[in-house]
T-cell receptor, first 110, second 114 residues
Framework: EDQVTQSPEALRLQEGESSSLNCSYT??????LFWYRQDPGKGPEFLFT???AGEEKEKERLKATLTKKESFLHITAPKPEDSATYLC???????????FGTGTRLQVFP | KAGVTQTPRYLIKTRGQQVTLSCSPI?????VSWYQQTPGQGLQFLFE???????NKGNFPGRFSGRQFSNSRSEMNVSTLELGDSALYLC?????????????FGPGTRLTVT
């Protein structure tokens, strides 16, 4: 069965303290891996798509990487406005549905 | 470019009633997917529509149904509501129905069943 696991469940960082979020997946025929950010009471906001192992994408303080078994979301020198839940999702096989992990709740303190 | 819109944003219903939620995708997007988000289960796929046809369906009971119109707008319906149906219902649209295209989400409809 296709599965996505995110760790840690929650992460508290001091402003400027860099860290990484992990997304490990077990799927048949990965077509794409997606990172989203979700603020309380809002829908997920698209961040990155990664298609193949070795690929990297960057946006401001965020950098996403992909291997054959997992993806990392690196946050460099985070700010309080980076506080949110970060969701990882995969598309696999012949379906467009997204299979989501349970997310990492990030809190950045000034 | 306008994003995905969902109406209503909030809804309170009683057990046994039915509800219809609406979703308007981003202009030019023809694929619409629906997800249920709860604190315990996270985001779970309900179904996907492309060109008015249901292409995929998640593991939800038949009380959950949907449809898509010729202008790509979509509705989902939940009949005989149960307390466990309380959730944030999210609609997402993508450019095409094939390939790993990213899905863009609307703000969701918060459904509370009492």
């Amino acid at each position: 069965e296709d599965q996505v696991t995110q760790s840690p469940e929650a992460l508290r960082l001091q402003e400027g303290e860099s860290s990484s979020l992990n997304c490990s997946y077990t799927v048949s025929g990965l077509r794409g891996l997606f990172w989203y950010r979700q603020d309380p009471g809002k829908g997920p906001e698209f961040l990155f798509t990664l298609y193949s192992a070795g690929e990297e994408k960057e946006k401001e303080r965020l950098k996403a990487t992909l291997t054959k078994k997992e993806s990392f979301l690196h946050i460099t020198a985070p700010k309080p406005e980076d506080s949110a839940t970060y969701l990882c999702a995969v598309q696999a096989g012949n379906t467009d549905k997204l299979i989501f992990g349970t997310g990492t709740r990030l809190q950045v303190f000034p | 470019k306008a994003g995905v819109t969902q109406t209503p944003r909030y809804l309170i219903k009683t057990r046994g009633q039915q509800v219809t939620l609406s979703c308007s995708p981003i202009s030019g997007h023809r694929s619409v997917s629906w997800y249920q988000q709860t604190p315990g289960q996270g985001l779970q796929f309900l179904f996907e529509y492309f060109s008015e046809t249901q292409r995929n369906k998640g593991n939800f009971p038949g009380r959950f149904s949907g449809r898509q119109f010729s202008n790509s707008r979509s509705e989902m319906n939940v009949s005989t509501l149960e307390l466990g149906d309380s959730a944030l219902y999210l609609c997402a649209s993508s450019r095409l129905g094939t390939g790993p295209y990213e899905q863009y989400f609307g703000p969701g409809t918060r459904l509370t069943v009492t």
